[in-house]
C-alpha cells in the first residue's frame, strides 16, 4: 500500500498518542473508487449506501475491511499467513485510526459435509462437553472425553463412515435403468462402453451366465451376483462366438482368444470413481452411485460408544436434531435444576417429518422396530451432585449462546444441519450471532446487507442484536439498501452518484438527516419523500392455478391458489415455508404437467455421498395448469464457475458479436471464423495464459496475486485475433466495454443492441460485456439470468418464478426491476415472486403470507389477497408492516 505523509488529526496528550474519532482514507482506489478521500466514525452504527454497482462494497470491504485484515496478518506468522483466505491489499494511499475488523459477508457456506449450524456457532463444543461431563453412561462404560462425541476426529467418527453418516453404494435400479434389456443389449449401463463393456459381456458368456434374456426375466440370484459381487474370477474367453460356440470352445478346451477377469458392476462403478483421473469418466460413472445412510451409525456419524450416552433419554445425534426452539425448551428447567421436567420435554418433543422418517428407515434397516420407544424419563434425574452443578453450568451457557440465534429468526433450524444447506442471508446471521456471544469489543464490524432475506418482524430483531454489538463498544459499518435500517444509522456514507464508472464517489457522509439536503444522492429520494408507494390498481386474475394437499418440509396438506395472469408475491418470517412453496412444491407439480423435469444447474450437482434424497412434493394441481405452456425459474445462483463465462457469452449476445467480426474485410481475406473471436478456442486465444488474461503468481505467505498475462497484456486474445478490428474496436476492446457503451457503439446490430437495452433497462448498464461470472453477486446473476429471458420473444401462458428477486437491490433499481416484471404480466404471462420488501408487495396484484412462525410452526397460509385485503388481517405479521404503503396508495387514489 502507498503511504502518504500522516494525517494531522491524531493528536498526542502527554506524550500519548491518542486514536482519531474516526476512520480516516485517502486516496481510495479500489475497482471503481474515484480516490475517495473521507471519514466515518468510530463507535456508531454507519450505513454505506448508493445503488447497485456504486462503489459501496469496494469502499467498505475492499478497502477498509482489507486494510485491517492486512494489518493484522503482518503480526501472524508467515506460515500460518498460507491457511488464511486473505482479502488482498486495497488500492489507497492511506487508512488512519482504523481498529481490527471482523467481516461478516454475504456468501454460500462451505460445501464441507462436515460443517454445521454447531461448528459455525461452535455450540457443538458446549454440547459434546454435556455429554462427557453429564451425560448417562451405560453401565460398566468408562467415561467419553468430549473430542469422543465428534464426528470430525478419529475418536470420535464412525468406523464405516468416518464421520460423514453417508456412505457411497450403487443399486440395480441405479445401474439397469431399463430392465427391459438383455445384457447383449447393455442393460448394465453402470458398465463401461466400448471394448472395456464387451469384453465383460463376454466374459458372463464364459462364466455360463445368459446375456440374451431381458434383465427382469433373469433369476434374481443372477442379477445379484453380476451386479454386486466382489469375486473376480478368470475365465477363457472367446471374442466374436455365440453362447453356444463358447460353450462348445469351452468345452474341447480351445485356445481363447484372452484371459478376462470379471468385475461385478457395483465394484467396477465404486472403484472407478474413487480412483480414476479423469473428470469425464468421474463424471460418467457418478450418474450410477448413491449416498445412503451408513450402514453401522445409521447416518449418525458417531461410534457406538458415544451413541449409547444419552442426556434427557437422547443420544446427542438426537439431541442435534432438534430445533434450537425445542432445545431452549429442553434445557430451560435443566438451568433450574429441574432434570425430571427435562427429559419429559425431551419425550413430548416431536422431531419434523424427515428426520422421523429417516430415523424409522435406520432402525428398521438395523433390524429392529418401526416404532421407537419414548426417551427413559428416569435415566437424567439419577445424577451427582457434582453432574447436577455442572449440567446446569453448561445449559445455562448454552441457552445464553442460543439467544441470539432465536432472537434473529433462526429457531427453525438445528445443530446438526449442515451449512451447505443454508442461505447465504441465514449463514450470515448465525456469525452475526456468534459475534455477540463471543463479547470482543473495540472492533469493527463490516457486514453486507444483514437484512437481505429477512421478512421486516425479523428486521427488528437484527437491529436489537446490531445495538447490542454497538453498545458492547464496537463499530458497525453496514452495506445495506433496506429503508429502515438506512434511518436506524446514526452516520450515512452514500456512494455514487450511479453505478460502475458513472459511480465510485462519497456524494454524502454525515448524520442521516443531512441527505435530505444533498440532491445528487439517489437514495434521499426513497429515505425522505413521503409518497414511496407507487399508486395501482391489481389486475382481475384470468384464471386459477390451483394446488391442493401440497407437502413438502413445513407444508403439511396445504391448498393454495396463484392467480393467473397475475404478479403475485408470496411472504412470511424467515422459515415459514415460502421457498418450499414457491421454488421446490409449485415448479415440480407444474413440471409434471407439462412433461419437463425441472432443470438442473451444474451448481446443482452435488457429491452423490452428500446428495441426500429430498422428499418428493405431496399433492397435485386440481386446475389452471392448461392455461400454462411454459416454466421458467430464475434464482440467484451463479451463472458460472469461472472466469471464462461472462454476461456475454451467458446472454448470448457474445455470438451475434463474434459474428460481426467474422464479417469484417480482413477476417474474411484471413479465413476467420466466428470461433476465432471465442477466447475459447485455441485458434483465437492467447497460447500463454490461454484465454484467461492473466496468470496468477504464489507468493507463499501473502495473498497470491493475479497478474496481466505478459504476452496478452490481458487481452485473452493472440496478436493475430486483435488485428481484426470492427469499427476501429478489435474483440478484446468490445469486451471491455460497458453495457451501456456498448448500447452507442451497437445501435445499429439489433441482435446484438435488444440484449443489451433489456440489461440496462434491468439496472445492469455498468457491467462490463466481459466480466467474469465470479465477480458477480447473486442478485446480479439473478437480473442477467432474467434479462436473458426478457429478450425472448414473449407469447405469453408462461410461469415465472423468482426468489427475492430485490435482494440485494437499491430501492432504485427495485423500481426498474418491477417495470420489468409488471411488463412480462402486461405480455400475457403469470409471475410468482417470493419477497419480503413491502413496497414491493404493495405493487403486487395478489399477496399469499405464508406463517404464522418458522420451521413446524410456519407452513399455513395466514393471509391471501389483494394488497389492500391482506394489510387488514389481523393475525398476519406482514399486515402491519404492509399496512403504511397501502394507507398512502389508497389515499393518493382519493385524491
Known amino acids: 500500500m502507498k503511504k502518504k505523509q500522516p494525517i494531522t488529526s491524531v493528536v498526542s496528550v502527554g506524550g500519548h498518542v491518542e486514536r482519531p474519532a474516526c476512520v480516516q482514507v485517502r486516496g481510495a482506489r479500489q475497482n471503481n473508487l474515484k480516490n475517495v478521500d473521507v471519514d466515518v466514525p468510530r463507535d456508531a452504527f454507519v450505513v454505506f449506501t448508493g445503488i447497485s454497482g456504486s462503489g459501496k462494497s469496494s469502499l467498505a470491504f475492499g478497502t477498509l475491511y482489507a486494510e485491517a485484515q492486512r494489518r493484522y496478518l503482518e503480526s501472524v506468522a508467515p506460515y500460518a499467513r498460507r491457511l488464511i483466505d486473505q482479502a488482498g491489499v486495497p488500492e489507497v494511499d492511506a487508512i488512519d485510526g482504523l481498529p481490527p475488523a471482523v467481516a461478516l459477508q454475504q456468501q454460500r457456506g462451505s460445501s464441507n459435509a462436515r460443517s454445521s449450524v454447531g461448528s459455525v456457532t461452535t455450540l457443538s463444543s458446549l454440547v459434546r462437553m454435556l455429554y462427557s461431563r453429564v451425560g448417562e453412561y451405560p453401565r460398566n462404560q468408562p467415561m467419553l472425553y468430549a473430542e469422543d462425541f465428534s464426528p470430525n476426529t478419529v475418536t470420535g467418527a464412525c468406523p464405516t463412515c468416518h464421520g460423514i453418516g453417508r456412505v457411497y453404494d450403487a ?206 424419563v428416569r435415566r437424567t434425574p ?128 454525515g448524520p442521516t438527516a443531512g441527505l435530505a439536503d444533498v440532491e445528487a444522492s439517489i437514495t434521499r429520494r426513497y429515505l425522505f419523500d413521503k409518497q414511496t408507494a407507487v399508486e395501482r390498481t391489481p389486475r382481475k386474475p384470468k384464471g386459477w392455478l390451483r394446488l391442493e394437499s401440497v407437502a413438502r418440509n413445513n407444508l403439511h396438506d396445504l391448498d393454495a391458489a396463484f392467480p393467473l395472469g397475475c404478479l403475485t408475491a408470496v411472504t412470511g418470517i424467515s422459515g415459514s415455508g415460502k421457498s418450499s412453496l414457491v421454488s421446490q412444491a409449485l415448479p415440480e407439480l407444474v413440471s409434471d404437467h407439462l412433461g419437463r423435469p425441472v432443470a438442473v444447474s451444474e451448481e446443482d450437482e452435488v457429491d452423490p455421498l452428500l446428495a441426500v434424497a429430498q422428499d418428493a412434493t405431496a399433492g397435485r394441481i386440481v386446475s389452471g395448469v392448461e392455461h400454462i405452456r411454459r416454466l421458467v425459474q430464475v434464482d440467484q445462483k451463479p451463472i458460472g464457475r469461472t472466469p471464462r463465462s461472462n454476461l456475454a457469452t451467458y446472454t448470448g449476445l457474445f455470438d451475434h458479436v463474434r459474428q460481426l467480426f467474422a464479417k469484417t474485410p480482413l477476417a474474411r481475406r484471413r479465413h476467420y471464423g466466428a470461433g476465432r473471436f471465442s477466447f475459447n478456442v485455441a485458434q483465437g486465444r492467447c497460447p500463454t495464459c490461454e484465454g484467461e488474461g492473466f496468470v496468477m503468481v504464489e507468493l507463499l505467505f501473502l495473498p497470491s496475486v493475479y497478474a496481466p498475462c505478459s504476452a496478452c497484456h490481458g487481452s485473452r486474445y493472440n496478436p493475430q485475433t486483435l488485428e481484426v478490428e470492427w469499427h476501429g474496436r478489435n474483440i478484446a476492446q468490445v469486451l471491455q466495454m460497458t453495457v451501456d457503451e456498448a448500447c452507442a457503439v451497437f445501435a445499429d446490430e439489433p441482435q446484438v443492441l435488444r440484449p443489451l437495452n433489456v440489461l440496462r433497462e434491468i439496472g445492469l448498464g455498468y457491467l462490463r460485456l466481459g466480466q467474469p461470472a465470479t465477480e458477480l453477486s447473486g442478485g446480479e446473476a439473478q437480473r442477467i439470468k432474467l434479462a436473458t429471458e426478457l429478450q425472448r420473444a414473449q407469447h405469453g401462458n408462461t410461469l415465472y418464478i423468482l426468489d427475492e428477486p430485490t435482494s440485494g437491490l437499491h430501492p432504485a433499481d427495485v423500481d426498474r426491476l418491477m417495470r420489468q416484471l409488471q411488463g412480462l404480466v402486461d405480455a400475457g404471462n403469470t409471475v410468482v415472486v417470493v419477497e419480503h420488501d413491502m413496497r414491493v408487495l404493495a405493487q403486487v396484484d395478489w399477496i399469499i403470507d405464508l406463517g404464522p412462525g418458522a420451521g413446524e410452526d410456519g407452513g399455513r397460509i395466514i393471509a391471501s389477497g389483494t394488497p389492500d385485503r391482506v394489510a387488514d388481517v389481523a393475525n398476519s405479521r406482514t399486515a402491519k408492516y404492509l399496512k403504511p404503503l397501502v394507507t398512502q396508495s389508497r389515499n393518493g387514489n382519493k385524491k
Open 171 to 376: 443399486t440395480e435400479k441405479t445401474m439397469v435403468p431399463d430392465d427391459t434389456l438383455t445384457i447383449r443389449e447393455r442393460a448394465i449401463a453402470a458398465w463401461p462402453p466400448a471394448w472395456h463393456g464387451q469384453n465383460l459381456r463376454d466374459i458372463l458368456v464364459s462364466l455360463g451366465y445368459d446375456v440374451d434374456t431381458p434383465w427382469r426375466d433373469l433369476p434374481k440370484k443372477d442379477r445379484d451376483w453380476i451386479l454386486f459381487t466382489d469375486e473376480q474370477p478368470t475365465v477363457p474367453v472367446y471374442a466374436g462366438f455365440t453362447p453356444n460356440e463358447t460353450r462348445v470352445a469351452l468345452k474341447r478346451r480351445m485356445e481363447p482368444s484372452y484371459q478376462g477377469t470379471f468385475t461385478g458392476a457395483r465394484r467396477y462403478v465404486l472403484e472407478t470413481f474413487a480412483n480414476t483421473k479423469s473428470a469425464l469418466m468421474k463424471k460418467r460413472v457418478s450418474q450410477y452411485i448413491i449416498g445412503r445412510d451408513c450402514p453401522t451409525c445409521h447416518g449418525k456419524r458417531l461410534k457406538r460408544e458415544a451413541l449409547s450416552v444419552k442426556f434427557a433419554g437422547l443420544d446427542i445425534a438426537e439431541f442435534g436434531d432438534l430445533s434450537l426452539l425445542k432445545l431452549r425448551d429442553l434445557l430451560t428447567p435443566v438451568v433450574h435444576g429441574e432434570f425430571g421436567n427435562a427429559a419429559a420435554t425431551a419425550k413430548g418433543h416431536v422431531l419434523n417429518k424427515a428426520s422421523r422418517d429417516a430415523a424409522v428407515e435406520r432402525r428398521v434397516a438395523a433390524g429392529g422396530s418401526a416404532h421407537k420407544s419414548a426417551p427413559d
Open 382 to 509: 439419577n445424577l451427582s451432585d457434582e453432574k447436577r452443578v455442572a449440567a446446569q453450568r453448561l445449559a445455562s451457557e448454552l441457552l445464553e449462546r442460543l439467544g441470539p440465534l432465536i432472537d434473529l429468526g433462526l429457531g427453525y433450524i438445528s445443530l446438526d444441519r449442515s451449512t451447505p444447506t443454508l442461505s447465504s442471508g441465514e449463514l450470515q446471521r448465525l456469525r452475526l450471532a456468534t459475534q455477540v456471544s463471543s463479547q470482543l469489543f473495540g472492533v469493527v464490524y463490516v457486514l453486507d446487507e444483514p437484512s437481505a432475506g429477512l421478512h421486516p418482524a425479523d428486521g427488528e430483531a437484527l437491529l436489537a442484536i446490531l445495538e447490542r454489538l454497538k453498545a458492547a463498544g464496537n463499530s458497525l459499518f453496514v452495506v445495506e439498501h433496506d429503508l429502515d435500517v438506512i434511518r436506524h444509522a446514526e452516520w450515512l456514507v452514500d456512494v455514487g452518484p450511479g453505478a460502475g464508472e458513472k459511480g465510485g464517489r462519497v456524494i454524502y457522509s
